[in-house]
T-cell receptor, first 115, second 116 residues
Framework: AQSVSQHNHHVILSEAASLELGCNYSYGGTVNLFWYVQYPGQHLQLLLKYFSGDPLVKGIKGFEAEFIKSKFSFNLRKPSVQWSDTAEYFCAVNPTGNSNYQLIWGAGTKLIIKP | NAGVMQNPRHLVRRRGQEARLRCSPMKGHSHVYWYRQLPEEGLKFMVYLQKENIIDESGMPKERFSAEFPKEGPSILRIQQVVRGDSAAYFC??????????????FGEGSWLTVV
């Protein structure tokens, strides 16, 4: 079955630390890849997405993600986190040809940044 | 534009009661989607509705769950005779056009249902 794994459910970092959140998926075909973020008390919002082209994707607020096809991974990175990055982060995968509402979601990673 | 609005944000129900969750899509959006996130799991698609029509209900449990999106008013996700296993976060999303590949879907803040 198709699935998305986010290896860390909780991550705690200090401000200015570097961040990498892992995301692996199981699907052999072509996929579109997404990272969503939910800040406390707010709606889920799109952070960045990969459809094709350069596998290094830059998103909002200094985040980036790299698609490594051979590893079935789409890890999220940020070189220096801020307290305002405290949020829950979701990786999602959409096998090409599926409708956008049929994303396969990871369980999420709760990120806490200590001031 | 106001975003996707869900209410209530938190709902507590006793076993056997009914839960009603409401979702007002973004202005101009006529496509609504409901998702459920069980504890420690990812979001799972439940149902896709367009005004007065259910387009895809492949993710809906066969019993006790129903959804509607009337011509006027918000979309409603209804859970009858709730059980502890229904405790979850329920997310609503909307889009301007059919939720096909490349089309942007906008999410609400979620409604957290706790069954005691």
């Amino acid at each position: 079955a198709q699935s998305v794994s986010q290896h860390n459910h909780h991550v705690i970092l200090s401000e200015a630390a570097s961040l990498e959140l892992g995301c692996n998926y199981s699907y052999g075909g072509t996929v579109n890849l997404f990272w969503y973020v939910q800040y406390p008390g707010q709606h889920l919002q799109l952070l960045l997405k990969y459809f094709s082209g350069d596998p290094l994707v830059k998103g909002i607020k200094g985040f980036e993600a790299e698609f490594i096809k051979s590893k079935f991974s789409f890890n999220l990175r940020k070189p220096s986190v801020q307290w305002s990055d405290t949020a829950e982060y979701f990786c999602a995968v959409n096998p090409t040809g599926n409708s956008n509402y049929q994303l396969i979601w990871g369980a999420g990673t709760k990120l806490i940044i200590k001031p | 534009n106001a975003g996707v609005m869900q209410n209530p944000r938190h709902l507590v129900r006793r076993r056997g009661q009914e839960a009603r969750l409401r979702c007002s899509p973004m202005k101009g959006h006529s496509h609504v989607y409901w998702y459920r996130q069980l504890p420690e799991e990812g979001l799972k698609f439940m149902v896709y509705l367009q005004k007065e029509n259910i387009i895809d209900e492949s993710g809906m449990p066969k019993e006790r769950f129903s959804a509607e999106f009337p011509k006027e008013g918000p979309s409603i996700l209804r859970i009858q005779q709730v059980v502890r296993g229904d405790s979850a976060a329920y997310f609503c999303a909307s889009s301007h056009r059919q939720g096909g590949s490349g089309n942007t879907i906008y999410f609400g803040e979620g409604s957290w249902l706790t069954v005691v």
